[in-house]
């Protein structure tokens, strides 16, 4: 069974942990989108309420000496090479674009170093960031909700995947992907050419699902030796390949991540987690009203964190008022509501 913690090791390689930023601010969008948390200004914070309790839990639970966050900027070289790409996906809701921008001020506030390159995806900035510290004998653990990151998975790399919630993270390393897919991390980019990816609207071979491709890449390793080897497939599956083998290779392109993206450069210095001012991250999750959030800022005691007389509301405060009203000012309904200020308590959901 895969390991569902990660709990700080001696006698360990320095730990370097890459957090995909959008990838697990969407992940806490829908994970809390029933609470409709919000400020007593109308603000919604929900899904910055549930960044903000991953990157807590991972901290505490993981003790990194280095952290990182990738996000996306806009559009990339993969929608030159294929149009479609990602053309199924629904536009970001309009509350979440506000909560994205939140996000990055929380990262930004923990002295969190922000990577971003014009071009390319956070993936392709979290696969580079995370060969640049194999290099130099670190260990990389990459966060996300996107199981494309397996690809990156190696002898330096894991990937903490989440699942519908956040309490379902589990930690992969390379035993554990090939333990799910049947075949070695670096195999699964194949598998992909095959199959393709409907989330990121990817075609793959019509015809090849998951179950044939598998057996196809276990047996042959690559496109090319498929390809190399129609003759001895059997007719149906020959036809299918002949006919979409242009795609089969386009869908492998889009699916790989890039690991040498230009402008990109590991500074593990600036990626220490130390060195933010207490009282500016303090300050925000008090304008955020994250009052159950407060005594969980590393490094700090209950005293220093929670100024007497200061404004600070837990999750089903705020949930309970915008669930009467979804904007300021409403009364909230009457009901027992909990403080959820772990991620345990937050699968409960």
């Not at 991972?58 to 806009?74: H, I, L």
């Not at 993936?123 to 990459?142: H, W």
């Not at 990121?200 to 019509?206: C, K, Q, T």
Request: a negative charge; hydrophobic letters at 40%.
């Amino acid at each position: 069974m895969p390991d569902k913690t990660a709990s700080a090791r001696k006698d360990r390689p320095p730990t370097l942990v890459l957090i995909d930023g959008h990838a697990l601010a969407y992940r806490a969008y829908f994970a809390l989108s029933n609470t409709a948390m919000r400020t007593r200004a109308g603000e919604p914070t929900h899904a910055v309420y549930g960044f903000a309790l991953m990157l807590l839990n991972v901290w505490e639970e993981m003790a990194p000496e280095y952290m990182a966050v990738a996000f996306d900027v806009g559009p990339t070289f993969r929608h030159a090479q294929y149009a479609d790409y990602k053309a199924t996906r629904e536009k970001m809701p309009e509350d979440m674009n506000t909560q994205v921008n939140r996000v990055e001020q929380l990262v930004r506030a923990f002295n969190i170093p922000v990577f971003t390159a014009a071009n390319y995806e956070a993936d392709d900035v979290l696969g580079t960031l995370a060969k640049q510290a194999a290099a130099r004998g670190v260990d990389t653990i990459i966060v996300t909700g996107d199981r494309d990151a397996f690809q990156l998975v190696g002898p330096h790399v894991k990937v903490l995947l989440s699942g519908k919630t956040f309490s379902e993270r589990v930690l992969y390393d390379a035993h554990e992907v090939e333990a799910r897919y049947g075949l070695p991390p670096d195999r699964l980019i194949e598998l992909k050419g095959l199959m393709g990816d409907t989330s990121d609207n990817i075609p793959g071979v019509r015809g090849i699902g998951e179950k044939i491709g598998r057996q196809l890449i276990a047996k042959y390793g690559t496109l090319e030796e498929i390809y190399s080897h129609l003759d001895e497939l059997p007719p149906s599956q020959r036809a299918r390949l002949e006919s979409d083998r242009d795609m089969a290779f386009l869908s492998r392109a889009l699916g790989r991540i890039k690991t040498d993206v230009p402008c990109i450069q590991l500074d593990l210095d600036a990626c220490r987690t130390r060195d933010f001012d207490r009282a500016e991250v303090v300050r925000l999750f008090q304008e955020l009203e994250f009052r159950s959030l407060l005594n969980r800022i590393p490094g700090q005691t209950p005293a220093a964190s929670a100024p007497p007389g200061s404004l600070q509301l837990g999750m089903f405060d705020a949930a309970a008022r915008s669930s009467a009203a979804p904007t300021a000012g409403g009364a909230p309904q009457a009901g027992d509501y909990q403080v959820i200020s772990s991620l345990q308590a937050l699968g409960t959901l």
